[in-house]
């Protein structure tokens, strides 16, 4: 069983072109995954399946998420030099994320027993760029998890065999988990409405006469 | 028409009247043949139903038939999704008069838990006309029994002629329902307002 | 002495009265209901009732369509197998009281068989590949650049 940075290095040096980054989970579970830059997921994805030390030969899960763009302020310790050595400062820092979409698999080796090993994919943005290398080829197991992603969250995989919706309709042009999906108005007739579908069931109401 | 009176004096001597309608009703009723298929979990308790221990065949309703045209009534057993409600109401358009629906269980009444999704019909009564409604998620067979039941005593409550006609003996009723479009963003149209209008809810708290 | 054709006719006129009568009984029925369809429920034709296809999903497109021929070759070699048993099972039944030429004559059939048989294994009917929706799939993968 290796950690996540030996698998990390031993990808750096046999692809030196990757750009891997460790994204880590401060949860108790600790599940840290490794971010891949897109043009080199498909080299890195091969290396992770045939490299005999590591033979992630399973796929379990392909997931999307889906990141608005944000921005927050956090709290950082920078040291600073001052007179007669260095000195620990807190500051304040504009932290920005562009939108994007990420699509993250879930990686096992059936043979040395080891796993899971999460891979992050993320597209450029959310419109025009949301294009990944599809993983099918490596893992046959992505096929209808990466059509999932693709009806679900719009993400294109590139090289898929067979990119076509899996759930909605083919003539459907949303992607419903989105985050900025706008379902369908149909809440006419809510019997026990609360909280948002309250507010949405309201606009079917006609105004009620004052008694 | 008999008096009822004179109808048990005569049963009591041995001699048993009944009249061309309830006999007609009388068959009808006994020999109600499913539609075979279920949409979801509440398939399950539909087959459990039909089996040894529930056994619906008391009901002469055992025969489930593999295809609409043989078919009398539906029983949407499950979630109705938006890419299946066309199937339905298209299976229900070719069932052959006389023919009745079940909605059994919270889905293909309302939606039940998957009611504010974006994928899910809120009621199949908003395309077809409905019979029973089985509340329950899903419900015991014991409900659907009682359902059948209770489809039973709307048939036999039916006359030959005049308004109480049943639905399959009026021309003028529809036979089928327009079957919803694949769109954009959602079926079209997302309900038939000939058949399905939002009931009023009176709130005088909110 | 033989009857006459008019005794004959006399003798099965009650069969072809119960014939008659059975005719009868099985077609009333359906006349009955035939009527009362006629003057109770009115018929609801429609484009959907009319419709061939009975899933629930519109057909699309021809029914005459090709396909793969290696269900009709699988059907062959089915067939190899299928006069195989027909022979063998009457030749195992009375296998103990045959001679050496029936013995032989049937082996020389089966050996005819087998050669078919080893005919179409030679030529990879057998072999269930080459299915052209995922031939592009495999390409890909064997167009992928090989690890160093």
Same mark, same amino acid.
């Given at each position: 069983?290796?950690?996540?940075?030996?698998?990390?290095?031993?990808?750096?040096?046999?692809?030196?072109?990757?750009?891997?980054?460790?994204?880590?989970?401060?949860?108790?579970?600790?599940?840290?995954?490794?971010?891949?830059?897109?043009?080199?997921?498909?080299? %890195?994805? !091969?290396?992770?399946?045939?490299?005999? $030390?590591?033979?992630?030969?399973?796929?379990?899960?392909?997931?999307? %998420?889906?990141?608005?763009?944000? $921005?927050?302020?956090?709290?950082?310790?920078?040291?600073?030099?001052?007179?007669?050595?260095?000195?620990?400062?807190?500051?304040?820092?504009?932290?920005?994320?562009?939108?994007?979409? $990420?699509?993250?698999?879930?990686?096992?080796?059936?043979?040395?027993?080891?796993?899971?090993?999460?891979? !992050?994919?993320?597209?450029?943005?959310?419109?025009?760029?949301?294009?990944?290398?599809?993983?099918?080829?490596?893992?046959?197991?992505?096929?209808?998890?990466?059509?999932? %992603?693709?009806?679900?969250?719009?993400?294109?995989?590139?090289?898929?065999?067979?990119?076509?919706?899996?759930?909605?309709?083919?003539?459907?042009?949303?992607?419903?988990?989105?985050?900025?999906?706008?379902?369908?108005?149909?809440?006419?007739? $809510?019997?026990?409405?609360?909280?948002?579908?309250?507010?949405?069931?309201?606009?079917?109401?006609?105004?009620?006469?004052?008694? | @028409?008999?008096?009822?009176?004179?109808?048990?004096?005569?049963?009591?001597?041995?001699?048993?009247?009944?009249?061309?309608?309830?006999?007609?009703?009388?068959?009808?009723?006994?020999?109600?043949?499913?539609?075979?298929?279920?949409? #979801?979990?509440? *398939?399950?308790? @539909?087959?459990?139903?039909?089996? #040894?221990?529930?056994?619906?065949?008391?009901?002469?309703?055992?025969?489930?038939?593999?295809?609409?045209?043989? *078919?009398?009534?539906?029983?949407?057993?499950?979630?109705?999704?938006?890419?299946?409600?066309?199937?339905?109401?298209?299976?229900?358009?070719?069932? #052959?008069?006389?023919?009745?629906?079940? *909605?059994?269980? *919270?889905?293909?009444?309302?939606?039940?838990?998957?009611?504010?999704?974006?994928?899910?019909?809120?009621?199949?009564?908003?395309?077809?006309?409905?019979?029973?409604?089985?509340?329950?998620?899903?419900?015991?067979?014991?409900?659907?029994?009682?359902?059948?039941?209770? &489809?039973?005593?709307?048939?036999?409550?039916?006359? &030959?002629?005049?308004?109480?006609?049943?639905?399959?003996?009026?021309?003028?009723?529809?036979?089928?329902?327009?079957?919803?479009?694949?769109?954009?963003?959602?079926?079209?149209?997302?309900?038939?307002?000939?058949?399905?209008?939002?009931?009023?809810?009176?709130?005088?708290?909110? | 002495?033989?009857?006459?054709?008019?005794?004959?006719?006399?003798?099965?006129?009650?069969?072809?009265?119960?014939?008659?009568?059975?005719?009868?009984?099985?077609?009333?029925?359906?006349?009955?209901?035939?009527?009362?369809?006629?003057?109770?429920?009115?018929?609801?034709?429609?484009?959907?009732?009319?419709?061939?296809?009975?899933?629930?999903?519109?057909?699309?497109?021809?029914?005459?369509?090709?396909?793969?021929?290696?269900?009709?070759?699988?059907?062959?070699?089915?067939?190899?197998?299928?006069?195989?048993?027909?022979?063998?099972?009457?030749?195992?039944?009375?296998?103990?009281?045959?001679?050496?030429?029936?013995?032989?004559?049937?082996?020389?059939?089966?050996?005819?068989?087998?050669?078919?048989?080893?005919?179409?294994?030679?030529?990879?009917?057998?072999?269930?590949?080459?299915?052209?929706?995922?031939?592009?799939?495999?390409?890909?993968?064997?167009?992928?650049?090989?690890?160093?």
């Amino acid at each position: 069983m290796f950690s996540l940075e030996e698998i990390k290095s031993r990808l750096e040096a046999a692809i030196p072109t990757a750009r891997l980054e460790i994204v880590a989970n401060p949860s108790p579970s600790g599940q840290h995954s490794l971010r891949v830059d897109r043009d080199s997921a498909v080299a %890195v994805a !091969r290396l992770l399946r045939d490299h005999a $030390e590591l033979r992630f030969d399973y796929c379990s899960n392909v997931t999307g %998420v889906d990141w608005l763009a944000a $921005e927050w302020t956090e709290k950082v310790k920078i040291k600073q030099p001052v007179e007669g050595g260095e000195q620990e400062i807190e500051a304040t820092r504009t932290a920005r994320r562009p939108a994007h979409l $990420e699509v993250v698999y879930h990686l096992y080796s059936m043979e040395h027993r080891q796993g899971p090993l999460i891979l !992050r994919l993320c597209t450029g943005d959310r419109t025009a760029d949301s294009h990944l290398p599809s993983l099918t080829p490596i893992w046959r197991s992505c096929e209808f998890q990466e059509r999932e %992603v693709f009806d679900l969250f719009g993400v294109h995989f590139d090289g898929h065999p067979d990119l076509r919706r899996i759930f909605m309709w083919d003539e459907f042009k949303d992607f419903p988990m989105r985050k900025d999906y706008v379902e369908p108005d149909d809440y006419e007739y $809510e019997p026990t409405p609360h909280d948002e579908v309250l507010a949405k069931a309201r606009k079917h109401q006609l105004p009620e006469a004052p008694t | @028409m008999m008096d009822a009176g004179l109808k048990s004096e005569l049963q009591k001597q041995g001699v048993f009247t009944t009249t061309l309608e309830s006999l007609y009703n009388w068959g009808r009723r006994n020999s109600i043949w499913p539609l075979q298929f279920g949409l #979801a979990c509440c *398939a399950i308790e @539909m087959i459990a139903t039909t089996m #040894a221990r529930y056994d619906l065949a008391r009901f002469g309703a055992e025969v489930f038939r593999p295809s609409p045209r043989q *078919a009398d009534l539906m029983i949407v057993a499950g979630t109705v999704t938006k890419k299946m409600a066309p199937q339905v109401v298209r299976l229900y358009n070719q069932m #052959a008069e006389p023919k009745y629906v079940i *909605a059994m269980g *919270a889905c293909a009444i309302s939606g039940g838990p998957f009611k504010q999704g974006y994928n899910v019909l809120k009621g199949i009564d908003r395309f077809i006309p409905v019979d029973v409604h089985i509340p329950g998620c899903p419900p015991r067979p014991e409900a659907l029994i009682h359902a059948f039941m209770t &489809l039973q005593q709307q048939i036999a409550a039916q006359e &030959l002629t005049g308004p109480r006609r049943p639905r399959h003996l009026q021309p003028e009723l529809p036979s089928e329902f327009p079957v919803p479009r694949y769109g954009d963003h959602d079926l079209v149209p997302p309900k038939n307002p000939d058949r399905w209008t939002a009931p009023a809810i009176s709130r005088s708290n909110s | 002495m033989s009857p006459t054709p008019a005794e004959v006719s006399s003798n099965y006129l009650p069969v072809l009265g119960l014939a008659v009568a059975a005719a009868l009984c099985a077609c009333t029925p359906l006349w009955l209901g035939r009527l009362w369809a006629r003057y109770f429920s009115p018929g609801k034709p429609g484009a959907d009732k009319l419709a061939t296809y009975e899933c629930g999903l519109e057909s699309k497109g021809d029914a005459w369509i090709h396909f793969k021929s290696g269900y009709y070759l699988y059907a062959i070699i089915f067939l190899i197998f299928d006069v195989e048993a027909v022979f063998l099972l009457p030749f195992a039944v009375i296998f103990t009281g045959l001679g050496a030429g029936a013995f032989v004559s049937l082996l020389v059939f089966l050996l005819l068989l087998a050669a078919g048989l080893l005919w179409a294994w030679r030529k990879g009917i057998l072999n269930w590949a080459g299915d052209p929706a995922r031939a592009s799939f495999r390409g890909e993968l064997s167009a992928l650049p090989p690890l160093d």
